[in-house]
């Protein structure tokens, strides 16, 4: 199936780049920019399940196809926490800065500092069809933010696959290795079977 246009049910920003990177040649369209005002609460225990959510929300409110993901910061060390709660770990929604503080606060002087990104992406269908796929990346926590690139957490992971940190990365060599990137690549393969 060749998707041609994509409505995103997010209106991050960074999200919305590094999807339009990945997905060259279909033109990428936030939601909210084709009159989408809803914001479901992510009730759902896994990334999986508040993907689904926040996609099938936006699909019954356009009668559209839309596309959602779920992603975070799972840290072994801290029994796979920040998890679902990555974007809201020190409280506030979205407060990047806030919650790479208490990552590194939680972190102090922990010698176990494997993580892993994981992104679940769910396109539904007015029509009540889910696909779904997932992706993940492995690292380690970094002691200290490292570069000016990426958000959320990037600055202070360290990718494993490539021996740098995503802070300190292009977004060319991030979206190579991203877990969003995994995640998109197999939903792409999940369609094109279709």
């Given at each position: 199936?060749?998707?041609?246009?994509l409505?995103?049910a997010?209106?991050?920003a960074?999200?919305?780049k590094?999807i339009r990177e990945?997905?060259?040649g279909t033109?990428v369209?936030?939601a909210y920019d084709?009159g989408?005002?809803g914001?479901?609460?992510?009730t759902?225990k896994?990334?999986?399940?508040?993907?689904?959510?926040?996609a099938?929300?936006?699909?019954d409110a356009?009668?559209l196809?839309?596309l959602?993901d779920d992603?975070?910061l799972?840290?072994?060390?801290l029994?796979?926490?920040?998890g679902?709660y990555?974007?809201?770990?020190a409280g506030g929604?979205?407060d990047?800065?806030?919650?790479r503080a208490?990552?590194?606060e939680?972190m102090r002087?922990v010698?176990?500092r494997?993580?892993?990104f994981?992104?679940?992406?769910?396109?539904c269908?007015?029509?009540?069809k889910?696909?779904?796929?997932?992706?993940e990346?492995?690292?380690?926590?970094l002691?200290?933010?490292?570069?000016?690139?990426?958000?959320?957490y990037?600055?202070?992971?360290y990718?494993?696959?490539?021996?740098?940190?995503?802070?300190?990365?292009?977004?060319e060599?991030?979206n190579?290795?991203?877990?969003r990137s995994?995640?998109?690549e197999a939903?792409?393969?999940?369609?094109?079977?279709m």
């Amino acid at each position: 199936m060749k998707t041609e246009k994509l409505i995103v049910a997010t209106g991050n920003a960074h999200k919305l780049k590094e999807i339009r990177e990945i997905f060259g040649g279909t033109e990428v369209i936030s939601a909210y920019d084709v009159g989408y005002t809803g914001d479901p609460e992510e009730t759902g225990k896994t990334f999986a399940e508040n993907a689904v959510i926040k996609a099938k929300a936006a699909a019954d409110a356009l009668g559209l196809p839309a596309l959602a993901d779920d992603s975070g910061l799972c840290v072994d060390a801290l029994s796979g926490a920040p998890g679902i709660y990555s974007a809201r770990y020190a409280g506030g929604h979205g407060d990047d800065k806030a919650n790479r503080a208490k990552l590194l606060e939680n972190m102090r002087g922990v010698k176990n500092r494997n993580a892993r990104f994981v992104c679940s992406v769910a396109l539904c269908f007015p029509d009540g069809k889910i696909v779904c796929a997932e992706g993940e990346t492995s690292g380690k926590i970094l002691e200290e933010e490292r570069g000016n690139g990426g958000f959320g957490y990037d600055p202070l992971f360290y990718s494993d696959d490539l021996k740098k940190g995503f802070g300190e990365a292009s977004a060319e060599e991030k979206n190579s290795v991203s877990h969003r990137s995994r995640a998109l690549e197999a939903l792409k393969k999940a369609l094109a079977e279709m």
